[in-house]
T-cell receptor, first 115, second 113 residues
Framework: DADVTQTPRNRITKTGKRIMLECSQT?????MYWYRQDPGLGLRLIYY???????NKGEISDGYSVSRQAQAKFSLSLESAIPNQTALYFC??????????????FGAGTRLSVL | RKEVEQDPGPFNVPEGATVAFNCTYS??????FFWYRQDCRKEPKLLMS???SGNEDGRFTAQLNRASQYISLLIRDSKLSDSATYLC??????????????FGRGTSLIVHP
């Protein structure tokens, strides 16, 4: 089983709909991240969480919200989806300390299309 | 100016060639540095960490130049399977005071027979 699991893997929705992307991890990491990737723009940070009570906006948080329900779960919501939110979304985790500190482990991604 | 910059390429090289990518960063207080590999439509995966003294892993060598604020990745004896996008990641300070990762846009490598 994957250490970082994203659901759904693919989603097609309509403009104005609220949707939630979910991420769970079994790595025991405190830190979790949500990114979006668009062709030619690389990975851009939407939100990040350093522990359950710590949520921070990233580079492009407008139109998104997150919830850290537990150490292992970090959800991304689009309150009212719009077409320019069509992208590939990745969740990632990282450790705070130790030999793998700051190495990020990614889920397989969620491909979202907003029509 | 973007905090982390990479030449998008594509770099189109024959098998067996040596190819090098650079990644420049703007925050002189940046800490951790990494190279990731991403295959088409897949998640990024760690290729190697970048240490101040430079480090090598088989055909791959990573270097950090703090004075000029760039990291590099050298691939020797390129294989067809090396075809991918290579992403650099730099951990620098955020407005909130903590260190967060910033990705470059990636460099595309195509290795042909």
């Amino acid at each position: 089983d994957a250490d970082v699991t994203q659901t759904p893997r693919n989603r097609i929705t309509k403009t104005g709909k609220r949707i939630m992307l979910e991420c769970s991890q079994t790595k025991g990491h405190d830190r979790m991240y949500w990114y979006r990737q668009d062709p030619g723009l690389g990975l851009r940070l939407i939100y990040y969480s350093f522990d359950v009570k710590d949520i921070n906006k990233g580079e492009i948080s407008d139109g998104y919200s997150v919830s850290r329900q537990a150490q292992a779960k970090f959800s991304l919501s689009l309150e009212s989806a719009i077409p320019n939110q069509t992208a590939l979304y990745f969740c990632a985790t990282s450790a705070t300390r130790g030999p793998t500190k700051n190495i990020q482990y990614f889920g397989a991604g969620t491909r979202l299309s907003v029509l | 100016r973007k905090e982390v910059e990479q030449d998008p390429g594509p770099f189109n090289v024959p098998e067996g060639a040596t190819v090098a990518f650079n990644c420049t960063y703007s925050n002189s207080a940046s800490q951790s540095f990494f190279w990731y590999r991403q295959d088409c439509r897949k998640e990024p995966k760690l290729l190697m960490s970048v240490y101040s003294s430079g480090n090598e892993d088989g055909r791959f060598t990573a270097q950090l130049n703090r004075a000029s604020q760039y990291i590099s990745l050298l691939i020797r004896d390129s294989k067809l399977s090396d075809s991918a996008t290579y992403l650099c990641v730099v951990w620098g300070g955020s407005s909130g005071g903590s260190y967060i990762p910033t990705f470059g846009r990636g460099t595309s490598l195509i290795v042909h027979p």
